[in-house]
């Protein structure tokens, strides 16, 4: 017979486990001087686990997403703490971020029954406009959203982008995401990779490291 000592982890300490973890995400994205979190270390699956958890947490909200799936879901799915989430899996590019964000603001005005003169639905026009360059794109998301709402973009194996010294290959990408990390207001990013990723952020704004399944 085994004694105590002698066996692994319940399930139950396993599930302690995870919900310390999403909490200590959840709390980091909350800081106001923060630009988001990176999730770091463990395995590609932990990874993704983790970040499915952080974003299923907490109040009703809309995600949209670049996954074969659709591009942005129903009010069904949950973001954390409320946040309207830009879900992506790599790879991806620049204009994508903003289609997708874009269609996470329709969908977002549409569960919360806003009309359609509301900003979201009005500002998701030029988002996808791809005749001007991704930088007027966003910074018509940066004067007119992210000051008041929050917007979690939340990069599913980001590694599919990275170049094997952890930067994104695609400098648009790389510069869209260094622009929603440096922001001011309230936009996050959720970037999940093997490594840190390389972003030259704002040090008042810095990207939190998380190291996924660490004691």
């Known amino acids: 017979m085994h004694r105590p000592s002698d066996v692994g982890p319940t399930v139950t300490e396993h599930r302690i486990a995870a919900d310390e973890e999403v909490r200590a995400v959840l709390r980091s994205l909350a800081e106001p001087a923060t630009g988001g979190v990176q999730l770091h270390g463990g395995s590609r699956a932990a990874r993704a686990e983790l970040l499915a958890a952080v974003v299923g947490t907490n109040t009703p909200a809309v995600v949209g997403t670049n996954t074969p799936a659709a ?9 954390a703490r409320g946040r309207i989430v830009v879900r992506l899996v790599g790879p ?10 874009a269609a996470a603001l329709v969908d977002a005005a549409r569960a919360a ?34 000051p008041n709402w929050p917007v979690l973009v939340a990069f599913e194996d ?37 490594e840190p990723v390389a972003l030259p952020v704002n040090p008042h704004r810095p990207l939190r ?4 399944g660490a004691p």
């Open 209 to 212: 490291s998380y190291r996924v």
């Open 158 to 194: 980001a590694d599919a982008d990275l170049t094997d010294a952890g930067a994104f290959r695609d400098p648009d990408l790389r510069d869209l995401m260094t622009s929603w990390a440096n922001a001011p207001g309230l936009g996050r990013l959720l970037l999940a990779a093997a």
């Open 113 to 146: 029954g806003h009309p359609a003169g509301h900003p979201w639905p009005v500002l998701a026009v030029p988002l996808r406009n791809r005749a001007h360059p991704w930088s007027v794109r966003f910074g018509l998301l940066a004067v007119h959203v992210l």
């Open 92 to 101: 991806t590019s620049a204009g994508e971020v903003l289609d997708v964000t």
């Open 71 to 79: 591009v942005g879901t129903d009010a069904s799915d949950c973001s």
